[in-house]
Each structure stands twice: as C-alpha cells, then as structure tokens.
C-alpha cells in the first residue's frame, strides 16, 4: 500500500524564518515520483516540484530547496528566510507509475505554515 | 500561460439533484483526473482518465459518479444524486506525459443541502 505521512499538521514561523516541512512516504514500488503542492489560501493546488525515485540529488529553487532520502523515505521541503505570502497548505504526494495510466496522486494530510510579519 | 480552467467556481445543489462538474484541461494533455477535497482535509483520488476510458477509479468513486469527454475539449464529472457527504472542493486536473506533473484547476467548491 501506499502511504504519505506529513506529521505537522501547523507551522508558524515569524518572517525571514527558514522552515521545513516533512514528508514520509511508503510504497513497495521502486519506480515512483514525489511531488509538493502549494495550496494558498485561495483553494488552487499550485505544483511546487516533482522528483522522481532515481533521483535523489536535492534541487534548490530561490528561496525553496528539498531533500530527498530514499533510505528514510523523506521528502523534505525548507523554505528559507519565508515570506507571509508563504502563507498556504502544502501538501506532499507520492504517484506510482502505472503503464499508460498516468498515474494517481496520493496526497499526504498538509501541513498549514502560518508566516507571520 | 495554459491552465486548466474548472466552471462553476461554486455550487449549491439540494440533495437527491444531479450535478456536472466541467472542466477543459490544458490542450494536447492526455490523462485527466477528478480529485476532492473535504473542507479542512486532504486532497483524494476520485478517477484517473486516459484514450478515453477510466483508467483506475477509488472507492469512492461508486455507481453515483461517472465522467466523460464528450467532444475532445470538455472533461465533465457529473453527480446522479447528491448527498450530504459529497459536499468538498472537486479539483480537475491533466497532464501531458506519464512521469509528468498533473496541473490543477482552481477546483469547484460543492455545496449540498
């Protein structure tokens, strides 16, 4: 079965914070993709970044930067220095590949990060 | 920029009635997908949808749901008979290849009464 776990339900930080929100998959599958979604407080899922089981060397983006662990099932997310337009649900998810299916997402539970001025 | 584009934004609808959800996916995208999401909760699987045929579909995905694509552009999600617990935000999305990124929609927030 497969399984996303994002153990902090809320985060608050003060602006210019680094922050990281944690992710912890499981799946038996060893071709899979990660995903993070930003969910702002108006409603859309706004795709964050997507990485796949072969690849484990992290990506940093601007002030965003994720860790991939294979040997702890991790797919951390750190914003650095946040901003209150940080301000959103993000929300981590795993796909298993399936042939010409495409593939379901399977979402963890989000975490709320609250950036404060 | 495409984008996946969801109507209505919002909809109330007494319980027992029909609903169609609609959405039009980014163009040249192949699979699609319906998702909900429970005020206050996680986003889940409904139905995946590829070469026009439901790929894979949940448990919650029962005999009330089904989804069509009727003429190439429009990717709909209609609801036979509404019930109290089907209130949520629907999340229509689409992507271009297999080991790609689904694109979401703005979603369409149910409301059954």
């Known amino acids: 079965a497969q399984k996303v776990t994002q153990a902090q339900t809320e985060i608050s930080v003060v602006e210019k914070e680094d922050v990281t929100l944690d992710c912890v998959y499981e799946t038996r599958d060893t071709t899979y993709y990660l995903f993070w979604y930003k969910q702002p407080p108006s409603g859309e899922l706004v795709f964050l970044i997507r990485r796949n089981s072969f690849d484990e060397q992290n990506e940093i983006s601007g002030r965003y930067s994720w860790n991939f662990q294979k040997s702890t099932s991790s797919f951390n997310f750190t914003i650095t220095a946040s901003q209150v337009v940080d301000s959103a649900v993000y929300f981590c998810a795993l796909r298993v590949m399936l042939y010409n299916q495409g593939g379901k997402l399977i979402f963890g539970q989000g975490t709320e990060l609250s950036v404060k001025p | 920029e495409p984008e996946v584009t969801q109507t209505p934004s919002h909809q109330v609808t007494q319980m027992g009635q029909e609903v169609i959800l609609r959405c039009v996916p980014i163009?040249?995208?192949?699979?699609f997908y319906w998702y909900r999401q429970i005020l206050g909760q996680k986003v889940e699987f409904l139905v995946s949808f590829y070469n026009n045929e439901i790929s894979e579909k949940s448990e919650i995905f029962d005999d009330q749901f089904s989804v069509e694509r009727p003429d190439g552009s429009n990717f709909t999600l209609k609801i036979r008979s509404t019930k109290l617990e089907d209130s949520a935000m629907y999340f229509c999305a689409s992507q271009d290849r297999e080991n790609t990124e689904a694109f979401f929609g703005q979603g369409t927030r149910l409301t059954v009464v």
């Open positions: 163009s040249n995208h192949l699979y």
